[in-house]
């Protein structure tokens, strides 16, 4: 048989899932020899999870001898902390994008056009309860979403990811995460409560066990004021109790943090 003259790739994410289009390689790219610093024209694919899905961006790229690499060059992580029966994925012009544990892939455009993030609920049905755009950054951004069950304060942080761990590929992961962080690094429980900046009304609380940390989100609006966080303090343990002559309803003075 003759030498073919071209090779051509096709690729799929799961045995499931639908095909990508070809692409075409010379055979003279194939076959010469590189040296590993040495990069390479790469050759763009469309990868869905699912035929109804929205296609993440992959390039296929010859990097040595009979040697080509699969990679997905824009990753994206949820880490804001939505909890059950909430669940959060992210799309693009509507449709989900390919995800699995918890990396989603991102499309090749995704720094020139907005994605979706979309909040749904168990039993709620394929109607999404809330939907926020969201603009991948090439480095550092804010997102606040304001949710009908729940207001979300975040930050979004682009982060190379070591070149050892994807084959030589120059890849970054951009992760949602909450914008305030509490870590109890007492000896004891300590109750965390939110206070209204203006009437300094309790607006939500949570008892952090030792050692534990939690998500903590608030609301936010146009008045800088009313978008203040105020937080205060007590710990809960029997020594505490104690110490308080069995009152434990004395808080410390509001801490702003955010």
Not at 54 to 79: H, K, M, S
Not at 92 to 109: R, Y
Request: aromatic share 6%.
């Amino acid at each position: 048989a003759g030498r073919a003259a071209q090779l051509l790739v096709r690729a799929r994410l799961a045995k499931n899932a639908p095909w990508s289009e070809s692409v075409a390689f010379q055979r003279k790219t194939i076959c010469r020899v590189r040296s590993p610093a040495e990069t390479s024209e790469a050759q763009e694919i469309q990868l869905k999870m699912t035929a109804s899905g929205a296609a993440a961006g992959i390039d296929v790229v010859p990097v040595g001898q009979f040697a080509l690499r699969v990679e997905c060059t824009n990753w994206f992580c949820d880490r804001m902390g939505v909890e059950r029966p909430h669940s959060v994925l992210l799309a693009h012009q509507g449709k989900a994008l390919p995800s699995q544990g918890g990396v989603t892939l991102l499309p090749s455009m995704c720094f020139e056009e907005d994605c979706e993030l979309q909040m749904y609920k168990e039993g709620g049905g394929d109607k999404p309860e809330s939907v926020r755009k969201l603009r991948v950054p090439t480095g550092w951004g804010m997102l606040s979403w304001a949710t009908p069950h729940k207001a979300y304060q975040c930050c979004l942080q682009a982060d190379p990811i070591a070149a050892s761990d994807v084959l030589g590929a120059q890849c970054q992961v951009v992760t949602l995460r909450a914008k305030l962080v509490l870590t109890n690094a007492a000896d004891c429980d300590v109750e965390v409560e939110g206070l209204d900046p203006k009437t300094l009304a309790a607006t939500g609380s949570c008892t952090l066990s030792v050692g534990k940390s939690t998500e903590w989100h608030w609301r936010s609006n146009r008045d800088e004021e009313a978008s203040r966080l105020l937080l205060r303090f007590r710990p809960r343990s029997a020594a505490a109790e104690r110490a308080a002559g069995g009152d434990i309803s004395k808080w410390s003075n509001p801490v702003e943090c955010g």
